[in-house]
């Protein structure tokens, strides 16, 4: 049977007493400087475990130096090597002994080359010396035993000593990898404080990471509009460039005209001067001019007047209307014309009108004999006298009205002889046929622009009444008192003032013939409603067209004013005193009778004003009173006496021819022109 032998035997056997795991690489276990960041607690503590082991393992080994008191006895008696007397063991020794060797091998030489120990508790197998295998030693020989004995406790206390020194390395080892684990836990600590202030600090700068991603993506839409917008703006300044490039250009052209201009204008500057002495001088000129116009002005209306007056302030006009479709030719000789003192070239100035007086005819049993009846007018018209012809021989007195003489023209006649034909005109607004309203309107607004030239200025207000049974009316009333003309009085314009005015009429001022034409046309409404009340009331009333003239010259601080007066009078007819009075003739003879009355208070105050009578019967009719201002003194009056060219109203036309005669005989003093 082989002898058991100790691990220690085994050892010596190599030659050597080595651990197998060299103790002085433990440190090297450690962590290393450079990579000790990256191992945590945990790893630390894995690190160190095995030294923790070795230390165990030490420790026993320590228990088993310090069991070694128990050895001395055996030391006491030292053996040399290769005696073969076997010390002699307590019995209990041995394998105490080698259980305590064998823990250390067993901890410092892991592994499969260490060979399993065999439990003791045998007796100790004799060391093996010298490389040779020991040879049993009787059991006699105690001293040979000792002797090995020895030599192992010897070799034991070497090593003991051997290992004392390195568990003292070791232990300061320990304590240097204690401090710099502690160091290391420290440093650890500081670390993960670190570590955790850091990854609070990368938690915040992801926050902020996060915040400043989103404000980078706002930031670059903002960028994706800022780049559109800065393209729409270069577009823009591309344009802008273009169009400033062509104002440059224009600028350019115009800077070419300019200067061309003001060469042209200083070449028109030294022109201007020259102009304006020469103006200058026109204006002296003109100034000289003007006092010679006006100078000529003021001769020219003297002998205007001067020759209307040698014309005489009354003149009559006679005028006869054709015969009318439908009304019966009348005998060729019942109304003659007879020439003037200067032939046929002269205009016709007087009327024949035969009359056959029947009565004398019946009685005789012969042909009524005829009586020629010759009146001799200023001047005649014949039926075919067109109505510029009668407004030629008028115009001149017109026009003395702007000179400042008051102007009077009455159409007087039997009802249906052309009176109001003469003063208003025909029918239809045909311009052939205007009357002497229009006309003399048209003329006045002409000449008064063409004084306006010498500095005079005119100004025109028209009113138009009918006098009907001695009550005046409105005949350019509008609105509710349209057609009823309201009644209206005749006043003086103030105290004191010999204007006279007519109260509740409307005054119009006129200057341009479409505005007559406007009050021409609201008169003749008034008058056609009129008309449907009272029958024929036109030709029953008086109407009076007035026109109160203005001028100034307001350099030479002359003023003129005068009333021209159109009056289309009442039909002269009598009444026939044969006539049965029914209550519809009682009217008319009222009306006849308030007519004839205002005719003959005309022709009595005509007749005053010629003879020069201190009392002129103004008052004694509406009519008389009316025109009071533009009869007599300065004034120029015109009558036209209408007949009718029929046989039939004979009696009237001479009625009408006589009364003509005899204001056609009246002088009326001598025409003083109203200046002021
Ligand atoms: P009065 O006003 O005297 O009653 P009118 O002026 O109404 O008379 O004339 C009566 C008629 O005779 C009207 O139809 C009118 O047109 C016509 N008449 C009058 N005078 C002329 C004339 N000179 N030429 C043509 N027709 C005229
Ligand atoms: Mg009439």
């Given at each position: 049977?082989?002898?058991?032998?100790?691990?220690?035997?085994?050892?010596?056997?190599?030659?050597?007493?080595?651990?197998?795991?060299?103790?002085?690489?433990?440190?090297?276990?450690?962590?290393?400087?450079?990579?000790?960041?990256?191992?945590?607690?945990?790893?630390?503590?894995?690190?160190?475990?095995?030294?923790?082991?070795?230390?165990?393992?030490?420790?026993?080994?320590?228990?088993?130096?310090?069991?070694?008191?128990?050895?001395?006895?055996?030391?006491?008696?030292?053996?040399?090597?290769?005696?073969?007397?076997?010390?002699?063991?307590?019995?209990?020794?041995?394998?105490?002994?080698?259980?305590a060797?064998?823990?250390?091998l067993?901890?410092?030489?892991?592994?499969?080359?260490?060979?399993?120990?065999?439990?003791?508790?045998?007796?100790?197998?004799?060391?093996?010396?010298?490389?040779?295998?020991?040879?049993?030693?009787?059991?006699?020989?105690?001293?040979?035993?000792?002797?090995?004995?020895n030599?192992?406790?010897?070799?034991?206390?070497?090593?003991?000593?051997?290992?004392n020194?390195?568990?003292?390395?070791?232990?300061?080892?320990?304590?240097?990898?204690?401090?710099?684990?502690?160091?290391?836990?420290?440093?650890?600590?500081?670390?993960?404080?670190?570590?955790?202030?850091?990854?609070?600090?990368?938690?915040?700068?992801?926050?902020?990471?996060?915040?400043?991603?989103?404000?980078?993506?706002?930031?670059?839409?903002?960028?994706?509009?800022?780049?559109?917008?800065?393209?729409?703006?270069?577009?823009?300044?591309?344009?802008?460039?273009?169009?400033?490039r062509?104002?440059?250009?224009?600028?350019?052209?115009?800077?070419?005209?300019?200067?061309?201009?003001?060469?042209?204008?200083?070449?028109s500057?030294?022109?201007?001067?020259?102009?304006?002495?020469?103006?200058?001088?026109?204006?002296?000129?003109?100034?000289?001019?003007?006092?010679?116009?006006?100078?000529?002005?003021?001769?020219?209306?003297?002998?205007?007047?001067?020759?209307?007056?040698?014309?005489?302030?009354?003149?009559?006009?006679?005028?006869?209307?054709?015969?009318?479709?439908?009304?019966?030719?009348?005998?060729p000789?019942?109304?003659?014309?007879?020439?003037?003192?200067?032939?046929?070239?002269?205009?016709?100035?007087?009327?024949?009108?035969?009359?056959?007086?029947?009565?004398?005819?019946?009685l005789?049993?012969?042909?009524?004999?005829?009586?020629?009846?010759?009146?001799?007018?200023?001047?005649?018209?014949?039926p075919?006298?067109?109505?510029?012809?009668?407004?030629?021989?008028?115009?001149?007195?017109?026009?003395?009205?702007?000179?400042g003489?008051?102007?009077?023209?009455?159409a007087?006649?039997q009802?249906?002889?052309?009176?109001?034909?003469?003063?208003?005109?025909?029918?239809?607004?045909?311009?052939?046929?205007?009357?002497l309203?229009?006309?003399?309107?048209?003329?006045?607004?002409?000449?008064?622009?063409?004084?306006?030239?010498?500095?005079?200025?005119?100004?025109?207000?028209?009113?138009?009444?009918?006098?009907?049974?001695?009550?005046?009316?409105?005949?350019?009333?509008?609105?509710?008192?349209?057609?009823?003309?309201?009644?209206?009085?005749?006043r003086?314009?103030?105290?004191?003032?010999?204007?006279l005015?007519?109260?509740?009429?409307?005054?119009?001022?006129?200057?341009?013939?479409?505005?007559?034409?406007?009050?021409?046309?609201?008169?003749?409404?008034?008058?056609?409603?009129?008309?449907?009340?009272?029958?024929?009331?036109?030709?029953?009333?008086?109407?009076?067209?007035?026109?109160?003239?203005?001028?100034?010259?307001?350099?030479r601080?002359?003023?003129?004013?005068?009333?021209?007066s159109?009056?289309?009078?009442?039909?002269?007819?009598?009444?026939?005193?044969?006539?049965?009075?029914?209550?519809?003739?009682?009217?008319?003879?009222?009306?006849?009778?308030?007519?004839?009355?205002?005719?003959?208070?005309?022709?009595?105050?005509?007749?005053?004003?010629?003879?020069?009578?201190?009392?002129?019967?103004?008052?004694?009719?509406?009519?008389?009173?009316l025109?009071?201002?533009?009869?007599?003194?300065?004034?120029?009056?015109?009558?036209?006496?209408?007949?009718?060219?029929?046989?039939?109203?004979?009696?009237?036309?001479?009625?009408?021819?006589?009364?003509?005669?005899?204001?056609?005989?009246?002088?009326?003093?001598?025409?003083?022109?109203?200046?002021?």
């Amino acid at each position: 049977m082989e002898p058991q032998r100790s691990p220690l035997l085994e050892v010596r056997g190599k030659g050597n007493v080595e651990l197998k795991r060299p103790l002085v690489k433990a440190p090297s276990r450690l962590p290393l400087p450079g990579t000790r960041f990256k191992r945590g607690p945990d790893q630390m503590e894995d690190a160190l475990e095995p030294e923790k082991k070795r230390t165990r393992g030490l420790d026993t080994v320590t228990k088993m130096a310090t069991s070694h008191p128990r050895a001395p006895a055996l030391t006491a008696r030292p053996q040399t090597q290769g005696q073969t007397t076997a010390p002699k063991v307590p019995k209990k020794t041995g394998p105490r002994c080698s259980t305590a060797i064998a823990t250390v091998l067993k901890d410092q030489k892991p592994g499969p080359a260490v060979p399993a120990q065999k439990p003791a508790g045998r007796s100790a197998a004799p060391p093996l010396l010298g490389g040779k295998k020991p040879t049993k030693r009787p059991a006699w020989d105690l001293k040979g035993q000792l002797c090995d004995l020895n030599a192992q406790l010897k070799c034991f206390r070497e090593r003991t000593q051997t290992l004392n020194q390195e568990n003292q390395q070791l232990q300061d080892q320990l304590q240097e990898a204690q401090q710099q684990a502690r160091a290391l836990g420290t440093e650890c600590r500081t670390l993960e404080g670190e570590l955790a202030r850091v990854q609070a600090e990368a938690e915040q700068s992801q926050q902020e990471l996060g915040t400043l991603r989103a404000h980078v993506l706002e930031l670059e839409e903002q960028l994706g509009t800022q780049e559109g917008l800065v393209q729409e703006l270069h577009k823009e300044q591309l344009g802008l460039q273009e169009e400033r490039r062509g104002l440059a250009a224009r600028l350019e052209e115009q800077e070419r005209r300019l200067r061309a201009s003001e060469a042209a204008l200083s070449g028109s500057q030294a022109e201007v001067a020259s102009l304006r002495q020469e103006a200058a001088a026109q204006a002296a000129a003109l100034v000289e001019q003007g006092e010679r116009l006006h100078g000529l002005e003021m001769a020219r209306r003297r002998l205007h007047n001067q020759l209307q007056e040698l014309k005489g302030n009354i003149r009559v006009f006679c005028r006869v209307r054709p015969v009318l479709a439908g009304e019966p030719t009348p005998s060729p000789g019942f109304l003659l014309f007879p020439s003037g003192p200067g032939g046929p070239s002269d205009p016709p100035t007087r009327l024949s009108v035969s009359r056959s007086d029947d009565r004398r005819g019946t009685l005789s049993g012969a042909p009524a004999p005829t009586t020629r009846h010759d009146f001799s007018f200023d001047r005649v018209f014949p039926p075919g006298s067109g109505q510029d012809q009668v407004f030629e021989e008028v115009a001149m007195l017109v026009q003395s009205a702007l000179d400042g003489y008051p102007v009077c023209i009455f159409a007087y006649g039997q009802t249906g002889s052309g009176k109001t034909f003469t003063m208003e005109g025909g029918p239809g607004g045909d311009p052939q046929v205007e009357g002497l309203i229009p006309r003399a309107l048209r003329h006045l607004f002409s000449v008064a622009q063409e004084l306006g030239g010498q500095g005079w200025t005119y100004s025109f207000v028209a009113s138009y009444v009918e006098i009907y049974n001695e009550t005046v009316r409105d005949l350019l009333a509008t609105g509710t008192r349209k057609g009823q003309g309201g009644e209206c009085e005749i006043r003086r314009a103030g105290p004191g003032s010999e204007e006279l005015t007519v109260t509740n009429a409307r005054y119009v001022p006129v200057s341009c013939e479409k505005e007559v034409e406007a009050l021409l046309h609201v008169a003749r409404q008034n008058r056609a409603v009129a008309r449907t009340s009272q029958n024929e009331r036109s030709s029953r009333s008086h109407s009076v067209f007035q026109l109160q003239i203005s001028g100034e010259h307001a350099g030479r601080g002359l003023q003129c004013g005068a009333p021209l007066s159109l009056v289309d009078l009442a039909g002269s007819e009598r009444l026939d005193p044969g006539l049965a009075l029914g209550p519809g003739e009682r009217e008319r003879l009222r009306e006849t009778q308030a007519i004839n009355s205002s005719l003959s208070t005309l022709g009595l105050v005509i007749m005053a004003l010629s003879n020069k009578e201190s009392h002129v019967p103004y008052r004694n009719s509406k009519l008389t009173y009316l025109l009071q201002n533009s009869l007599g003194g300065s004034a120029k009056m015109l009558m036209f006496v209408n007949i009718s060219p029929l046989e039939e109203n004979v009696s009237e036309s001479l009625n009408s021819l006589r009364f003509a005669s005899k204001v056609n005989q009246c002088v009326i003093g001598t025409a003083q022109a109203n200046r002021k």
